[in-house]
């Protein structure tokens, strides 16, 4: 008799929320977790990923990444110049300190831009 073992690995596949949704239902229902993987075609770790995910976010889906937001265009040594530009030029506006940035350092930003880099880097 020849023997034959077949090993099925299971690859990358999109899975919906439906399915992850339903594989939870079925584990809570009190489904056997062979039954659930069996049925449902899916690995034991993404069941219990999916498990851990539900339990601290609600949903069965990582909620989408916080963005850093962009990176600040005014560097440090930038700040330090903007700073003595105002020293030696107090009446500087803020027109002037956007055509100064443009033109020494071509860093284009809005007033708005200018402002908010300002004000987070403690100059006001």
Not at 45 to 53: C, F, G, M, T
Request: charged letters at 20%.
């Amino acid at each position: 008799c020849l023997f034959l073992l077949l090993t099925v690995t299971m690859g990358f596949r999109p899975i919906s929320s439906d399915l992850k949704y339903t594989s939870l239902r079925m584990y809570e229902m009190g489904w056997f977790e062979h039954d659930i993987l069996d049925i449902l075609q899916v690995s034991r770790r993404s069941l219990y990923r999916w498990r851990a995910i539900f339990r601290s976010h609600g949903s069965v889906t990582n909620p989408p990444p916080q963005s850093k937001g962009p990176e600040r265009k005014i560097t440090r040594l930038i700040l330090e110049n903007i700073l003595h530009l105002f020293r030696d030029h107090p009446g500087t506006f803020p027109d002037e300190l956007q055509w100064w940035l443009l033109y020494h350092h071509n860093i284009e930003l809005s007033r708005q831009a200018i402002s908010e880099n300002l004000i987070a880097a403690g100059i006001s």
